[in-house]
């Protein structure tokens, strides 16, 4: 299923982390989360010039890489703890693949700590979404 709001997508079988508009999606597959940036990042940052990822091992809500665009230069966020096994080299090669395709251009695949820290900043489920993404598109409007 997804979530249509403003024209940005967000399928319902992922969970986002919603710490300081971090943005992030969050999916399991198998014993590792598969992690991106969302449709509303996209759309913000505009056309992705340079992605980066600096860690292996994170704690949640460490900075674990960066990247760019014309619009700004922005932080890379772990909505969870654990330990980085795979990158996306196809993604940090071409960041202009998460412009096109968010949702299957996954940026860092993670083997999570047992622990549930930074929990509280993860959401799923249509309504939870739909009145974040609500809030953040009008916290942006008056910020432009």
């Known amino acids: 299923m997804l979530l249509?709001?403003?024209?940005?997508?967000f399928p319902l079988d992922r969970k986002y982390?919603?710490?300081?508009?971090?943005?992030?999606w969050l999916k399991?597959?198998?014993?590792?989360?598969?992690?991106g940036m969302d449709a509303f990042a996209a759309e913000m940052a505009g056309s992705l010039n340079f992605l980066n990822v600096s860690k292996s091992r994170v704690k949640s809500g460490e900075v674990?890489?960066?990247?760019?665009?014309a619009k700004f230069v922005s932080r890379f966020y772990s909505p969870i703890s654990g330990?980085?096994?795979?990158?996306?080299?196809?993604v940090l090669n071409n960041p202009r693949k998460i412009n096109d395709d968010p949702y299957n251009s996954?940026?860092?695949?993670?083997?999570?700590?047992?622990?549930e820290d930074g929990s509280e900043y993860i959401i799923e489920g249509k309504d939870e979404i739909f009145n974040?993404?609500?809030e953040e598109i009008k916290r942006m409007e008056v910020d432009i």
């Not at 249509?4 to 997508?9: A, I, L, N, P, Q």
């Not at 982390?17 to 971090?22: D, I, R, S």
């Not at 399991?28 to 992690?35: H, Q, V």
């Open 83 to 90: 330990e980085i096994i795979s990158i996306n080299d196809q």
């Open 132 to 134: 974040w993404i609500s």
């Open 17 to 24: 982390y919603t710490k300081e508009g971090a943005h992030i």
């Open 106 to 115: 996954w940026i860092v695949a993670m083997k999570p700590d047992n622990n």
């Open 4 to 9: 249509e709001v403003k024209g940005m997508k």
């Open 28 to 35: 399991p597959e198998g014993d590792l989360i598969k992690i």
């Open 64 to 69: 674990i890489g960066s990247f760019e665009s």
